[in-house]
């Protein structure tokens, strides 16, 4: 069981990016303590931090439920990829361990799915 995002453009063909539900919970730990927060500490994933107090143009993807929700929008998406791309070569530039690696895959195909929403103006749906 697990977690996919893909464009909501009716192409099966379309790229999309999956990952087990602790995978994708480990993937947004570390995009959380890229940006200066710990992700335990917020509101929604057992925390009293509300989420206006953090400053991240990651917020639609971090504070967004594993089930359901609404889909993000392309301006969002668009957002989103601009910091995604900056923290992947950030990420890039440390090295690190596998988990790592596997974080920077795991960004980069995110990366391509967003820009596709973008190109076609179509929303990010989780699945």
Known sequence: MGLVLFPRDGDNRSPDVSWSYSGFAAFRWRLAETEGFVLLEMWGFGGERPWSEVSTALEPLLDHPDIGGDDLTPAECASILVRLEEITDQWTREGGNQRLQQHIEDARQLAG???????????????
């Open 113 to 127: 799915v967003l820009r596709l929403c973008i190109e076609k103006d179509v929303p990010l749906t989780f699945l």
